[in-house]
């Protein structure tokens, strides 16, 4: 497969070139053609060419999914910007360790999060702030339905001499004061951040070519079935994870049509999948566990999709079977991470798949499976730590060079991934997922790093040691455990008190769900904390 060596925005020059008149975005109703939201991207990028951001320069994307997500964007990539993309849910201690990590100079955020934006202001290098609303791009009457039935989350902002408007911006942007396009294959464009084992999250800078070649082989899973240009794709992940990007943004870099969801709500999504006759459908499979479980799921049409894909976590294979048996429709897997930019391994349109399999390596992508603890290579068709390499793949972890080292390895004079997964390679090439790293732990699709909990917990004067493990749960992945010791002679802290502590500390997504107290932990002769034991003795608990 070749991919052209151009820049992402050159990419969608292309397409609107292609597509000028077809609808790139729908949202809540509202169509944006090819044509408008290049128009839109450069008006909102010539603001920021203005407000003295620069090629080079970093900007935070701190929103939900939206047309004014993909504005920021694609206006960031014209000006040859990087985008960092990050959870509009995240709490200011997130917020500040990224700004302050990725260097970031600019943030555009939801009035909803302005007020976590001013409390980090003055700790980190932010100049700029570009505050929107989630419906401010609506029709005036939409806006006000909303308002009035309580749909529409409302929040405050403040104003100030590095305080812009959204919308101002995108009104009074002058594109002949663009400055001539330029940008290289090779540069990074966007900066994702995912769990770290120190603690704190690692930067995973991507190139232009690295993502397009993501794009090509995730979207040639379906093109011989829908052709570029007549996929309608509903956006069933957030746009800050590579899952969500890899799919939908991915299609506005294909020609399609990607219908944006401002949040999760499963009426919604089944009234645009039946209003729109949706073709293309991603998730993680909480998600479409959630959708066969949902009580009006019948009341609704399902008839037009067409290709179903799931990553971000093992698909439970009584899942895949009763989505086959309810919508006629095989629910195609993929595998990957953050690291090499989404895709190592998919799943064709049409390929019958053996059930758990995650599909067969992508056509860019060599592996190697080894050992965990030697790297040698493991006799063929034997589970294996799953190593990863490609031609554009990621180097380094952004100003990370000890987790660097630990992750991204040079075996046979060639530099490989660590994914920390172990798989194997069944018959005919099909990818089956045997276990994941004891570091990592999987919930509701995120990868959340069990040492930034366990920071987290280490934190409150009452905790002397602590450690996090995922307990399978067939909803979710795996639900967070806490194993915690606390201090001597300490009373009265309860597993209450320390949840409380980890809620005003960590995303949502990574707040533990249960909290069990011991007198000591399991370690190593050299001191190491043997997480696997405690994962060991919880799987027990669900055999008996």
């Not at 994702?192 to 995730?218: C, D, H, W």
Request: glycine share 8%.
């Amino acid at each position: 497969m070749e991919v052209p060596r151009v820049s992402i925005y050159e990419q969608f020059e292309t397409v609107c070139q292609d597509f000028s008149e077809m609808p790139a975005l729908i949202y809540l109703g509202e169509k944006y053609t090819y044509s408008q939201l290049r128009e839109s991207a450069e008006r909102l990028a010539a603001s920021l060419h203005d407000l003295g951001v620069a090629r080079g320069d970093k900007a935070i994307i701190y929103l939900s999914n939206s047309p004014q997500w993909v504005m920021a964007w694609l206006a960031l990539l014209r000006i040859g910007a990087a985008a960092i993309p990050i959870s509009p849910i995240y709490t200011n201690i997130d917020l500040q360790y990224m700004a302050n990590d990725s260097g970031a100079e600019t943030i555009f955020c939801l009035d909803t999060n302005f007020g976590y934006v001013a409390q980090v202001l003055p700790e980190t290098g932010l100049k700029r702030v570009i505050t929107t609303k989630m419906a401010e791009l609506l029709p005036w009457w939409k806006r006000l339905i909303g308002l009035g039935f309580n749909k529409i989350p409302k929040g405050t902002f403040a104003s100030g001499e590095n305080i812009f408007s959204f919308k101002k911006l995108l009104e009074n942007g002058r594109i002949s004061s663009l400055p001539p396009f330029k940008a290289e294959a090779e540069e990074m464009f966007e900066m994702l951040y995912t769990g770290g084992t120190t603690g704190l999250p690692k930067g995973v800078p991507f190139s232009n070519i690295g993502f397009l070649e993501s794009v090509a082989e995730q979207r040639a899973m379906s093109e011989s079935y829908i052709p570029k240009g007549e996929d309608i794709v509903i956006q069933g992940g957030p746009l800050f994870h590579i899952l969500g990007q890899a799919v939908g943004l991915g299609a506005l870099l294909s020609g399609d049509s990607l219908i944006l969801l401002p949040r999760v709500n499963l009426d919604g999504l089944f009234d645009h999948i039946e209003r729109y006759k949706v073709l293309t459908f991603f998730g993680v499979p909480a998600l479409y566990r959630m959708i066969l479980e949902h009580d009006r799921v019948d009341y609704y049409s399902m008839s037009s999709l067409e290709y179903c894909f799931c990553g971000g976590d093992v698909l439970p294979i009584e899942v895949a079977e009763r989505w086959l048996k309810k919508f006629g429709r095989p629910i195609y897997q993929g595998y990957g991470a953050t690291e090499t930019c989404g895709r190592v391994s998919l799943t064709a349109m049409g390929e019958d798949a053996p059930a758990g399999s995650a599909g067969k390596i992508a056509p860019l992508q060599r592996v190697k499976f080894v050992d965990p603890d030697t790297l040698k290579s493991v006799p063929s068709g034997e589970p294996g730590e799953l190593l990863v390499s490609s031609e554009h793949m990621v180097r380094a972890y952004w100003n990370k060079p000890e987790e660097t080292a630990e992750c991204f390895v040079n075996v046979d004079g060639e530099l490989w991934y660590r994914t920390r997964d172990i798989v194997r390679i069944g018959d005919d090439g099909w990818l089956f997922y045997e276990d994941r790293s004891v570091d990592t732990i999987k919930h509701k699709g995120y990868r959340v790093a069990a040492s930034e909990i366990e920071a987290a917990l280490q934190e409150h004067h009452a905790v002397i040691a602590s450690c996090i493990v995922g307990v399978p749960d067939e909803k979710v992945g795996e639900r967070i455990k806490a194993f915690v010791v606390l201090k001597k002679d300490i009373k009265g802290v309860s597993s209450y008190d320390l949840i409380r502590w980890c809620r005003e500390r960590l995303a949502p997504y990574k707040v533990p769900q249960y909290i069990e107290f011991r007198d000591m932990l399991p370690k190593s002769k050299v001191g190491k904390l043997l997480r696997r034991e405690l994962r060991a003795e919880e799987r027990k608990k669900l055999e008996t």
